[in-house]
């Protein structure tokens, strides 16, 4: 199909799709005569992620490492989870102190060497900016968080389908980043049920 | 104190204190000359809590929403509570349709009202963006998603302190948006971890 039919098909602009091209997210057509390329299935399917990821607020940087990636997936799944998280974590400067961070995801089972110093970076990270506003993170919900993030672990490793790479590259890759916003608003509908549930009758607990 | 002084106290540049005082974040310091204005403590807490969430990527215009709630708190903690999510949330275009975020989050007991229309259509926009990457998300994962988020909303809830009410929202504004951040690591930690677990061997089961 023509780049109009393309943007017809995916919802997606010519405007986006020729920037998209440009920045090298999305591959050239089979080019049909000087002015034209010709577009297949395989250019849908990737516009579809391509949008989605944009959406779900991954940079065009992160966007380009992530595609890489489903085009020439690493072999071992494990292997690829890495290469997944470190396409779209942000670099974080390393001169923070990791002791806390490391201290609450012993809980998950963390050692040394399980997992990458980025991500325990980014734990320390928000910890730290935790303490700095000075607000008080009572243990109890603390040691729910770390529970709770292990049974989603637990679930999504699971469920890590084995039937080709490609398939496996898509749900780990797609699977940790998209899930992201969906598991903020979850928390926050939860948040506001719970508080209507605890706070119905205003704050004071009145006998009657 | 004086700004420099505010400064070296707070590890916040001179020339990002002045930023923050012209955006409205931070209160203006007592005159105490024409050139020279006295900051205190109150100033001191205040530059932790907005370095924290500007570090935690909430927007200047979100922390001055944030920052204008914790001087002007709500009285009951269960309008602080959307009040604080209306603050830091997005606003989203609501066409999405949100019959399938509707049917997830009934698990969470959900009814039309008990939360805010926009964290709605946020789980709606979110769910949308997973099934245009074409990435299917198991049934089974996505109910331990609504399942881990509820217990982690009721421990957060149950932990609201209601001493005073500036306790209350300095817990109920800052847990909501600083543990994001922390959550999101965490889950990655877990799943680097898990995924260990499971391909320590490559992704073929060798009996041996």
Redo the contacts between chains.
């Keep these: 199909m023509r780049i109009s039919e393309l943007a017809k098909a995916t919802g997606v602009s010519v405007a986006s799709i020729k920037y998209y091209l440009r920045e090298g997210l999305l591959p050239e057509g089979v080019r049909s005569s000087p002015t034209q390329a010709d577009y297949g299935d395989a250019h849908v399917?990737r516009l579809?992620?391509i949008?989605?990821?944009i959406?779900?607020g991954v940079s065009v940087a992160e966007v380009r490492r992530v595609v890489a990636m489903l085009a020439d997936p690493p072999?071992?799944?494990?292997d690829l989870?890495?290469a997944a998280?470190a396409a779209v974590?942000p670099p974080v400067d390393d001169d923070v102190d990791t002791a806390s961070a490391q201290e609450?995801?012993a809980g998950?089972?963390?050692q040394p060497g399980?997992?990458?110093d980025a991500?325990?970076a980014?734990?320390a990270?928000?910890?730290q900016?935790?303490e700095?506003?000075?607000?008080a993170?009572?243990s109890?919900?603390a040691a729910?968080?770390?529970?709770?993030?292990?049974?989603?672990?637990?679930?999504?490793?699971?469920?890590?389908p084995?039937s080709s790479p490609d398939e496996?590259v898509?749900?780990?890759v797609?699977?940790?980043v998209?899930?992201?916003?969906?598991?903020?608003?979850?928390?926050?509908?939860?948040?506001?049920?719970?508080?209507?549930?605890?706070?119905?009758d205003?704050?004071t607990e009145s006998p009657d």
Excluded: K
């Design positions: 399917r579809g992620v949008r989605a990821l959406d779900s072999e071992n799944p494990n989870l890495g998280h974590t609450l995801i998950l089972g963390w399980l997992c990458d991500t325990v980014a734990i990270r928000a910890l900016n935790i700095r506003a000075g607000f993170m009572p109890a919900v729910e968080y770390v529970d709770a993030m292990r049974r989603i672990a637990d679930a999504e490793i699971a469920h890590v084995l496996a898509r749900y780990v797609l699977g940790s998209l899930v992201e916003p969906l598991l903020l608003s979850l928390r926050r509908v939860a948040e506001q049920i719970a508080s209507g549930r605890r706070f119905a205003g704050v």
